[in-house]
C-alpha cells in the first residue's frame, strides 16, 4: 500500500517562499523516481520537477527552473520542493507521485497560493 501526503502549503505573497513535503510510505523509496506536479485552476495537471531514486539527477519545468530545489531524503522516506521567488502564477495545488512496478501514486495534494 503505498501513500504520499503532501504538506507545506499555504498562502504566501510574490517573493516569497514555500517548502512542501511529501512523505511516502508503502513501498522501498530508495528505488523509485519521484515527481512533483501542480494543478492550477482551469489548468491541466503539468509536470513541475522530478528527482531520481538516489537524488543525483533531478529536472525542473522551465517555469520553476532557478526558483524551485527538489530534493529527497532517504533516512526520512520524504520528498522535498522549496520554491522560493514564488509567483501568482505558481498557484495551484501541488502533488506528489511515485510510479512502482505495480502502480501510480498520487498524494493528496497541498494548496499553494501566491497573492497579494
Known amino acids: 500500500q503505498v501513500q504520499l501526503v503532501e504538506s507545506g502549503g499555504g498562502w504566501v505573497q510574490p517573493g516569497g517562499t514555500l517548502k512542501l513535503t511529501c512523505a511516502a510510505s508503502?513501498?522501498?523509496?530508495?528505488?523509485?523516481?519521484m515527481s512533483w506536479y501542480r494543478q492550477a485552476p482551469g489548468k491541466e495537471r503539468a509536470l513541475v520537477a522530478s528527482i531520481s531514486s538516489t537524488g543525483v539527477s533531478k529536472t525542473y519545468a522551465d517555469s520553476v527552473r532557478g526558483r524551485f530545489t527538489v530534493s529527497r531524503d532517504k533516512g526520512k522516506n520524504t520528498m522535498y520542493l522549496q520554491m522560493n521567488s514564488l509567483k501568482p502564477e505558481d498557484t495551484a495545488v501541488y502533488y506528489c507521485?511515485?510510479?512502482?512496478?505495480?502502480?501510480?501514486?498520487w498524494g493528496q495534494g497541498t494548496q499553494v497560493t501566491v497573492s497579494s
Open positions: 508503502g513501498f522501498t523509496f530508495s528505488t523509485y523516481p
Open positions: 507521485r511515485v510510479m512502482t512496478t505495480t502502480a501510480v501514486a
